[in-house]
């Protein structure tokens, strides 16, 4: 017991929940990190842990890193995760998401799920039948709030991406601007449209090479092979792919004044980002620049909750105030000297009542 509690990744969580379902086989775990500013949001991760230990620490990180996501976006939400343990064959059955969907409805409102990696939108409706707590389901309707978070993250992203070439560069447009992107998935691939038509220089770059090839034929860029891309002489490098990428080694490969992109915790350790500043590289703080998609699944629970028609102009509103928020950063690191990184995890843990 008293392991746990010295465990290097708990965070005073306030919740912290072992669940195992004989009859349907699922295990699984649901942390809280901190419900000061609302209930705790965040997705639900389905995979396969050969050591049990990894799920809890992506459990307990996770969760901590929504508290701090909810809270820089400005929204009413806390921060919870959970982690579903998934056989290695990774089978998942109704009867699990069932199970998981009553676990959560125990929790009478303190945590909202939704989709993370290994979740779809349809295993989100087979959990929305046991519990009114999710958010991500289908929407009906173009002006409808909700749906796939992918093209809201990418568009605070593409905003972000202005925001750190006019602080750093100068600059009003990206035109001409070249930006260097890892992963064109859902995220990355909407960044390089966006910025595409506003005639920025791209060169793109995934390990499906077909794909990445044909987008950059698409969108007149470059094509880069995968392992080349960190190293490309650009002005922004766009980390849209896998997180951890910025360690010593891809640091130190780094040949842009400027890393904005929406991958999730691109810093290797914490140190990294005082090294990113120290090479005078502008960092944009990931779960800060990365908040589209968390704001429009969060108005679309909250409309929902509330019984209000959600209009996705108040989406769009609210993912427009991610480049003041990069500034305000920005301007306190260069003031305080301490990393934008820093500065971001000590906004959020003020925010959060820490
Ligand atoms: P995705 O699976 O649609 O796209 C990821 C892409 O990265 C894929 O095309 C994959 O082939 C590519 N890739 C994987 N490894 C690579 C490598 N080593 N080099 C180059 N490309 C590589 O996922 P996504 O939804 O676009 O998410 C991308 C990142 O953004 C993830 O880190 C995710 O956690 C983060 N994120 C996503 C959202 C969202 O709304 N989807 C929100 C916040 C953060």
């Known amino acids: 017991m ?80 959970a982690v579903i343990l998934a056989s290695k064959d990774k089978s998942k059955t109704e009867e699990m998401l069932a199970a998981f969907g009553d676990t959560v409805n125990g929790l009478a409102g303190r945590y909202i799920t939704a989709e993370d990696v290994g979740i779809s939108e349809a295993d989100m409706v087979v959990v929305s039948k046991r519990t009114d707590y999710v958010s991500g389901l289908p929407v009906s309707g173009k002006d409808a709030a909700g749906g796939d978070p992918g093209p809201f993250t990418a568009m605070g992203i593409y905003l972000g991406i202005k925001a750190a070439v006019k602080h750093k560069l100068g600059k009003e447009s990206v035109s001409g601007v070249h930006i260097a992107i890892q ?41 880069s092979a995968p392992g080349s891309i960190m190293g490309v002489s650009c002005d922004v490098f766009s980390p ?18 400027i890393v904005a992109g929406g991958a999730n915790n691109q810093l290797a350790r914490q140190g990294h980002g005082k090294m990113l500043a120290e090479r005078g590289i502008l960092f944009a703080p990931d779960y800060v620049i990365n908040a589209g998609g968390i704001i429009s699944v969060a108005m679309e629970y909250i409309c929902k909750r509330d019984g209000d028609p959600c209009d996705i102009n108040e989406v769009r509103k609210r993912i427009a105030q991610i480049p003041g928020r990069l500034e305000e950063i920005w301007r306190e690191s260069e003031s305080s000297g301490v990393s934008s990184d820093a500065v971001a995890d000590r906004m959020a843990q003020k925010l959060i009542g820490r």
Do not use: C
Request: charged share 20%; net charge negative.
């Open 2 to 81: 008293t392991a746990f509690w010295t465990e290097a990744d708990y965070d005073d969580h306030e919740h912290v929940q072992l669940v195992h379902d004989r009859a349907s086989g699922l295990t699984a775990i649901i942390a809280l990190h901190s419900t000061h500013l609302g209930p705790g949001a965040g997705g639900t991760r389905f995979w396969h842990y050969p050591d049990p230990k990894d799920a809890m620490r992506d459990a307990l990180r996770l969760s901590r890193g929504m508290s701090y996501k909810n809270a820089m976006a400005g929204l009413p939400m806390g921060g919870g995760k």
């Open 183 to 223: 992963g064109i998935g859902s995220v990355g691939g909407g960044v390089a449209r966006l910025l595409a038509h506003d005639g920025a220089k791209l060169t793109l770059s995934d390990i499906n090479e077909d794909r990445a090839r044909a987008m950059a034929g698409e969108l007149g860029g470059e094509f």
């Open 240 to 257: 849209n792919a896998l997180g951890a990428i910025l360690d010593d080694a891809g640091i130190a490969r780094l040949d842009a004044p």
